[in-house]
Each structure stands twice: as structure tokens, then as C-alpha cells.
């Protein structure tokens, strides 16, 4: 079985700062893509950022200049450090990473999912 803890979610300012951690556990071999998604009220997930095994990244339009992702392959960890934050970047926010698990001795990738963390930007 595999889990991804999601913490560090909260109520801010705007303008303010919040740090995502999501770790991944279980029987993992290996970790490739890890990533961010979002989802605000009424509207669909969307993609906030992404990290490869390797520290490649990639970010939303939206959020460019102000998010920063990162991630401890040691620790199978993922971070979403947010600055200058809107009240648009109210949701609840998801890690999502791709893990290799061996449960029969025969190897397979999949997705795994977070259970979110809520993040209000709010005066």
C-alpha cells in the first residue's frame, strides 16, 4: 500500500506565504514525476506544478514567480513553497506522484493521490 500525506495547508493573507509538504509511503521502489494540482469551488482540477526524478519543473501560467516546488528524494517528500499569494489561489490543493511499487515481485507505475489540503487566501 502506498500513502501520500498532504500538510501545511491553512488560512492566510494575501500577500502572505504557505509551505505544502506531501509525503509518500509504503513499499515504493522509485518516485518518477511528483506534482501539484488544484481545485477551487465550482471549478475543475487544475495543474499548479510539476518536479521529475531529476528536478526538471514545470508551473502553471498562474502561478510562476511565486511558487516554487521541490522535493526530497531521500525522504520520498514533496514541498509547494507559495509566496505573494491571491485570493484566486484559494483551493484545495493535491500532490500527486507517480510510484513504482513491486507488492509480487513483478513491478508496476501508477498514480497516486494526496486528500488535500485546504488553502484560503482571505483578508
Known amino acids: 500500500q502506498v500513502q501520500l500525506v498532504e500538510s501545511g495547508g491553512g488560512l492566510v493573507q494575501p500577500g502572505g506565504s504557505l509551505r505544502l509538504s506531501c509525503a509518500a509511503s509504503?513499499?515504493?521502489?522509485?518516485?518518477?514525476?511528483m506534482g501539484w494540482y488544484r481545485q477551487a469551488p465550482g471549478k475543475q482540477r487544475e495543474l499548479v506544478a510539476t518536479?521529475?526524478?531529476?528536478?526538471?519543473?514545470n508551473y502553471a501560467d498562474s502561478v510562476k514567480g511565486r511558487f516554487t516546488i521541490s522535493r526530497d528524494n531521500a525522504k520520498n517528500t514533496e514541498y509547494l513553497q507559495m509566496n505573494s499569494l491571491k485570493p484566486e489561489d484559494t483551493a484545495v490543493y493535491y500532490c500527486?506522484?507517480?510510484?513504482?511499487?513491486?507488492?509480487?515481485?513483478?513491478?508496476?507505475?501508477?498514480?497516486?493521490w494526496g486528500q488535500g489540503t485546504q488553502v484560503t487566501v482571505s483578508p
Open positions: 518536479i521529475s526524478s531529476s528536478g526538471s519543473t
Open positions: 500527486n506522484a507517480e510510484i513504482t511499487i513491486s507488492p509480487h515481485g513483478i513491478s508496476y507505475t501508477a498514480g497516486y
Open positions: 509504503g513499499s515504493i521502489i522509485s518516485i518518477r514525476t
